[in-house]
């Protein structure tokens, strides 16, 4: 049994992927619901959220490639 079955997403590189992509496009996503919620926490434990927000905003053609990506290797080869 190996050890990558099993475990969090810290140590499975598709599941850390996945997961960044996943906060970088609903943290795109919130801010074009509600503009002023992610701006005014630009610093701090909440700036985090406003750094997803720009580097999904400014790499978007890359974040997209990479979401169909890692969707085709969820559908059709786990």
Known sequence: M???TQGSAIF???SLLTVILLL???CAYI???ALSLLDRNKTGL????WNCV????R???YVAVC???????ILFIR
């Open 2 to 4: 190996s050890y990558m």
């Open 12 to 14: 499975n590189f598709q």
């Open 24 to 26: 970088l496009c609903t």
């Open 31 to 33: 801010l074009s619901l």
């Open 46 to 49: 909440l700036g985090i959220f």
């Open 54 to 57: 720009r580097t999904g905003e």
């Open 59 to 61: 790499n978007s053609p």
């Open 67 to 73: 979401c169909i990506v890692v969707a085709f290797s």
